[in-house]
C-alpha cells in the first residue's frame, strides 16, 4: 500500500518529500538480485545510488517490473571501472548496462537541468537531440517525464524520494507530465506516446492538461526519428497491453500521426470487418505475452496495415487495374508510406509482404498445392492470419477450417485427405489466379483479396 504520510520529512533532501521505508511498500525481496547488486556497490563506492522510473513505479504499484533502471552520481566511465560486466551506450542518452546473465541493469548518471554550454545537451527546434549534462538527483527528477516515473528508491536508506507529487499521482491512478506539458512535448514529443502507452498499461488516466497539448502537438510526432517510433510501436503493441494502447491511442488522437493509413482505415464507413481482425489480433497478441509466448512484429504489422493495403488494392480495381497488380502496387505503397514514419525493418516487411502473399495460396486445394504450402516457411504465420481473417467472409471461414481440419491429420490421413481433392486448381473464390509465365493482361473486376504471388504460385 502506498503511504504519503509526510511524517518522514528529512532535512537536507532538497526538494524531495522523503518517505521513510516504514510508511511505503517497496521491500528489497522484490527487487532483482542484479539491480540490488549494482546499488550496494555504487552505495559502497561512495556514489549516491537510486532505483528510478518504472521499477519504483510498479513496486509500488505492487506489480512486477519489466526491467530495473537505477540513477546514479557516478558518470558513465566510474561505473565501467566498478563493473567488468559493463557496457557503455546511447548518444542522445549516454547510459551504462551492466550485465549479469540475461539480467541488463541499465545504469544512467543524474542528468542536470543547467547549460552552460560545457556539458553535452543538444536542442534543435526545441527539441533534444542529445542530453548528456549530468547534475544533481533533484534535477535529475525534474527531467523526467511523468511525476510517476520521477519516484527514486534510496539504497542509501531505503526510502522512497518524491519531488513532484508522484505518490499523489500514483493514487490518483494518472498521468502527469512534468513541468510545462507545451514545451516537454516539443523537446520530446514521443512523450505523447509514452503517456498513452502508460495510460493503458497502468490503466491510468491521462490528467487534462498532460493530455491537452495531444490536437495541437500530435503532428510534431513526424518529426520523430522513424527508427525510434519502431521501437515505440513495439512496445505499444507488443508490450502484452497492446489492444489498450490501440484504445488509448485513437482516444487520444495520436494513431493518425503513427499510423496514419490505419487510422484513417479504421474511420472508414466499412472499417468493422478490419477493427475486427485488427483487435482480435492485438488481442491474441496480449495473451501470448501474458503466457510468455513469442509475438512477432511482422505479425502485427501485417495485421495493422491489412486494411489500408485491402482498401488501396480496391481502389486500383476499381479504377480498372487489374487484380494482381492492383494488389502489389497497394503493397509497395502502404509499406513506402508507412516506413516514412516507422521504421520497420526490412526482415519484417519481407515477412509481412510473405504473410500477404500467402493468403491467395490458402484458396488453392489441389493436393500439390496443398502440400507444398504446410511445408512453407511462413506457413504458420500465414495461416495464423488467415483465421484472423475467417470473420470477412463465410467462405474464408470455411477455408480457415479446412486448413485446421488439415493440419489436424497424421500424415497418412492427410494424403488420403488430399487424395479426393481436385488435381487441377479450382477457380479461387475470391483472388484471381496469376500464372507466372502468362500474366494476365486482360483487365478484371474483383474484390481485393491478394493475387497469388506470381513466383512460387507455379
Ligand atoms: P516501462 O515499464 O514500460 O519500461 P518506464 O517508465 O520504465 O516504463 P523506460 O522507457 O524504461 O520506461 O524509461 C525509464 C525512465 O526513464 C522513465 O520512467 C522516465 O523516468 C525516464 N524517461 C524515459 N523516457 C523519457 C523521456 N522521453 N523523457 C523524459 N524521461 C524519460
Ligand atoms: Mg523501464
Known amino acids: 500500500m502506498i503511504s504519503t504520510s509526510d511524517d518522514g520529512n528529512a532535512p537536507g533532501q532538497g526538494i524531495f518529500r522523503v518517505i521513510p521505508r516504514s510508511h511505503h511498500s517497496i521491500s528489497r525481496k522484490n527487487i532483482s538480485n542484479g539491480a540490488l ?181 500530435g503532428e510534431l510526432l513526424c518529426e520523430a526519428a522513424p527508427a525510434r517510433l519502431f521501437d515505440e510501436s513495439l512496445k505499444l503493441f507488443l508490450g502484452g497491453y497492446g489492444l489498450a494502447s490501440l484504445h488509448a491511442l485513437e482516444r487520444h488522437g495520436l494513431l493518425e500521426h503513427v499510423f496514419p493509413a490505419t487510422a484513417r482505415a479504421l474511420q472508414a464507413a466499412d472499417a468493422a470487418q478490419f477493427r475486427a481482425l485488427l483487435e482480435q489480433t492485438l488481442a491474441n497478441t496480449d ?82 498445392r496443398a502440400l507444398r504450402l504446410l511445408e512453407h516457411p511462413r506457413f504458420r504465420a500465414a495461416y495464423d492470419f488467415l483465421v484472423m481473417r475467417s470473420g470477412e467472409s463465410p467462405e474464408l471461414e470455411e477455408l480457415a477450417r479446412w486448413w485446421t481440419h488439415l493440419q489436424s491429420l497424421g500424415r497418412d490421413e492427410l494424403v488420403q485427405e488430399l487424395a479426393g481433392a481436385a488435381t487441377s486448381a479450382p477457380e479461387p473464390t475470391a483472388a484471381p489466379a496469376v500464372k507466372r509465365k502468362r500474366p494476365r493482361r486482360r483487365r478484371r473486376k474483383g474484390k481485393a483479396t491478394p493475387a497469388p504471388a506470381a513466383e512460387g504460385a507455379e
Open 37 to 217: 547488486r549494482v546499488l550496494y556497490r555504487l552505495h559502497e563506492a561512495g556514489f549516491r545510488a537510486c532505483l528510478v522510473g518504472g521499477a519504483v513505479r510498479d513496486l509500488l504499484l505492487g506489480n512486477r517490473p519489466k526491467d530495473f533502471d537505477v540513477a546514479t552520481a557516478a558518470t558513465p566511465e566510474q561505473v565501467r571501472t566498478l563493473f567488468r560486466n559493463c557496457r557503455l551506450i546511447g548518444r542522445r542518452f549516454r547510459l551504462a548496462h551492466v550485465v549479469f546473465g540475461r539480467e541488463i541493469v541499465e545504469v544512467a548518471t543524474f542528468r542536470g537541468s543547467s547549460d552552460d554550454g560545457s556539458g553535452d545537451r543538444h536542442l534543435v527546434d526545441g527539441r533534444l537531440v542529445r542530453d548528456n549534462v549530468y547534475g544533481t538527483i533533484e534535477e535529475d527528477a525534474l527531467r523526467r517525464d511523468f511525476t510517476i516515473n520521477a519516484l527514486y528508491y534510496d539504497i542509501a536508506d531505503f526510502s522512497v524520494l518524491d519531488a513532484v507529487g508522484g505518490m499523489d499521482d500514483l493514487q490518483q491512478r494518472q498521468l502527469r507530465l512534468i513541468g510545462d506539458p507545451q514545451q516537454r512535448y516539443r523537446e520530446d514529443p514521443v512523450r505523447m506516446l509514452r503517456a498513452a502507452r502508460l495510460a493503458a498499461k497502468l490503466d491510468f488516466s491521462i490528467e487534462a492538461a498532460t493530455a491537452a497539448p495531444f490536437a495541437q502537438l
Open 287 to 368: 495473451a501470448r505475452v501474458r503466457e510468455d509466448k513469442p509475438v512477432t512484429p511482422a505479425f502485427l504489422f501485417a495485421a495493422m496495415l491489412w486494411g489500408p493495403v485491402r482498401q488501396r488494392a480496391q481502389l486500383g480495381i476499381d479504377h480498372g487495374v487489374d487484380a494482381a497488380t492492383a494488389w502489389s502496387q497497394a503493397v509497395e505503397r502502404v509499406l513506402r508510406e508507412q516506413a516514412q514514419r516507422v521504421a520497420i525493418p526490412r526482415r519484417f516487411t519481407l515477412a509481412v509482404e510473405e504473410i500477404w502473399a500467402l493468403q491467395a495460396r490458402f484458396e488453392q486445394r489441389t493436393r500439390k
